[in-house]
């Protein structure tokens, strides 16, 4: 796994024939369920805040399925920064499939004028994370690494391109900022993660906290006014899945050999059948 730079910068009907059709017409073969090939999603968030994968697309048997949401918004609290993605599209295709995003502002920590995650399967699979204008903590960042990391601060991580293969299948994940508790209760906040901390809270809580009355000195204040049960809160822009292409699919069967007849020894020969054309005699 490679660290990023910026470390330390800051803070997922087959019908049943009936008993008298099986008697008249014998066993029935059951329809085959289309196989998935491809999927994609754009957003989607875990944990503390629970949201299922939006737009999700999916290829089934190699056909193309595209799906789009305008915009994502989430909780951008008196102007203060949230969650802002535009112009989200999830495609896949067969053995391809990608996820796109305009406008990416997770919590202010990253942004982007877009990004693209994607896959494809041909060739033992490949797959990677586009990025145009985008920056991590206000400095600029071009196409990330494989798993790069970045480390906000014991409470924020920030993850890239991380990507996950197994024998047939590859997924790539474009972007994970994770919230992490039970680092440190005792610490105190640093003052960047106080600058986070109303940002966090209101994603979670859906209100900003009154600062006034319950101000937020230590680590434990933070955790304890976003989960007191301690669930951590992961948010995911950009995931592919593609299943890798068989390289022999398209290569035609050996024919079967067979192999020539030896007679054991002092066995005669067996006798071998000889085409002919005979006259035909009147």
Same mark, same amino acid.
């Given at each position: 796994?490679?660290?990023?730079? @910026?470390?330390?910068?800051?803070?997922?009907?087959?019908?049943?024939?009936? #008993?008298?059709?099986?008697?008249?017409?014998?066993?029935?073969?059951? /329809?085959?369920? =289309?196989?998935?090939?491809?999927?994609?999603?754009? @957003?989607?968030?875990?944990?503390?805040? /629970?949201?299922? =994968?939006?737009?999700?697309?999916?290829?089934?048997?190699?056909?193309?399925?595209?799906?789009?949401?305008?915009?994502?918004?989430?909780?951008?609290?008196?102007?203060? =920064?949230?969650?802002?993605?535009?112009?989200?599209?999830? &495609? #896949?295709?067969?053995?391809?499939? !990608?996820?796109?995003?305009?406008?990416?502002?997770?919590?202010?920590?990253?942004?982007?004028?877009?990004?693209?995650?994607?896959?494809?399967?041909?060739?033992?699979?490949?797959?990677?994370?586009?990025?145009?204008?985008?920056?991590?903590?206000?400095?600029?960042?071009?196409?990330?690494?494989?798993?790069?990391?970045?480390?906000? /601060?014991?409470?924020?991580?920030?993850?890239?391109?991380?990507?996950?293969?197994?024998?047939?299948?590859?997924?790539?994940?474009?972007? *994970?900022? *994770?919230?992490? =508790?039970?680092?440190?209760?005792?610490?105190?906040?640093?003052? &960047? !993660?106080?600058?986070?901390?109303?940002?966090?809270?209101?994603?979670?809580?859906? #209100?900003?906290?009154?600062?006034?009355?319950?101000?937020?000195?230590?680590?434990?204040?933070?955790?304890? #006014?976003l989960s007191p049960k301690g669930d951590l809160l992961e948010i995911t822009v950009g995931s592919a899945t593609c299943v890798l292409e068989d390289e022999h699919a398209d290569e035609p069967e050996a024919e079967p050999v067979v192999n020539a007849y030896e007679?054991?020894?002092? !066995?005669?020969?067996?006798?071998?059948?000889?085409?002919?054309?005979?006259?035909?005699?009147?």
């Amino acid at each position: 796994m490679k660290t990023s730079k @910026f470390a330390g910068a800051g803070a997922a009907a087959v019908g049943a024939a009936t #008993a008298a059709a099986v008697l008249l017409l014998g066993s029935t073969a059951a /329809s085959a369920e =289309p196989s998935l090939d491809s999927s994609a999603y754009v @957003f989607a968030t875990d944990g503390l805040l /629970s949201t299922s =994968p939006s737009p999700y697309a999916e290829s089934r048997d190699g056909e193309h399925d595209r799906q789009s949401v305008a915009d994502v918004t989430a909780l951008p609290l008196h102007g203060r =920064p949230g969650i802002g993605l535009s112009a989200l599209v999830a &495609e #896949a295709e067969g053995h391809r499939a !990608e996820a796109t995003v305009a406008k990416v502002d997770v919590l202010g920590l990253l942004r982007a004028q877009t990004m693209r995650t994607w896959c494809d399967g041909a060739d033992g699979g490949s797959a990677g994370v586009d990025l145009v204008d985008a920056s991590i903590l206000g400095t600029p960042v071009s196409a990330p690494l494989e798993d790069q990391t970045v480390d906000v /601060s014991p409470l924020v991580k920030i993850a890239l391109n991380q990507q996950d293969r197994d024998d047939d299948s590859i997924t790539v994940t474009g972007l *994970t900022v *994770t919230l992490l =508790p039970g680092q440190d209760r005792h610490r105190d906040l640093t003052d &960047e !993660e106080r600058q986070l901390a109303p940002d966090l809270i209101g994603l979670v809580r859906g #209100a900003l906290p009154d600062l006034q009355r319950t101000p937020l000195r230590t680590v434990d204040d933070l955790l304890t #006014a976003l989960s007191p049960k301690g669930d951590l809160l992961e948010i995911t822009v950009g995931s592919a899945t593609c299943v890798l292409e068989d390289e022999h699919a398209d290569e035609p069967e050996a024919e079967p050999v067979v192999n020539a007849y030896e007679p054991e020894p002092g !066995e005669a020969p067996r006798p071998e059948i000889v085409r002919k054309n005979l006259p035909v005699t009147g």
